[in-house]
């Protein structure tokens, strides 16, 4: 089983800053890829910026240029920093992690976070 606690989000102004933190812990062998998602209420589940293991970062395009993803590999955490925030980023922000307990196939995990509010508004 492999666990993601988030922390960050909250309320914060348009235009403003935000940071949110996602640290993997449990039965974990390797990680592949590791990031944020976010759903809006009536919306359907969107992407927002992953990393893999590898190095490279993928961005949803509406968030490009804003926000920047990073992470330490040797702690499984990534973290997700928030620039010039508007109120359409005002979403449940989830984390979520793809890779393997086991160097084996069947090992492989799809986990996700709680989830955690962030909200733009004045």
């Known amino acids: 089983q492999v666990d993601l606690m988030e922390s960050g989000g909250g309320l914060v102004q348009p235009g403003g800053s935000l940071s949110l933190s996602c640290e993997a812990s449990g039965s974990i062998f390797s990680i592949n890829a590791i990031g944020w998602y976010r759903q809006a209420p009536g919306k359907q589940r969107e992407l927002v910026a992953t990393r893999t293991s590898g190095g490279s970062s993928n961005y949803g395009d509406s968030v490009k240029g804003r926000f920047t993803i990073s992470r330490l590999n040797a702690m499984n955490t990534v973290y997700l920093q928030m620039n010039s925030l508007k109120p359409e980023d005002t979403a449940v922000y989830y984390c979520?992690?793809?890779?393997?307990?086991?160097?084996?196939?069947?090992?492989?995990?799809?986990?996700w976070g709680q989830g955690t509010q962030v909200t733009v508004s004045s």
């Open positions: 979520n992690a793809v890779g393997y307990a086991c160097p084996k196939s069947e090992c492989v995990f799809d986990s």
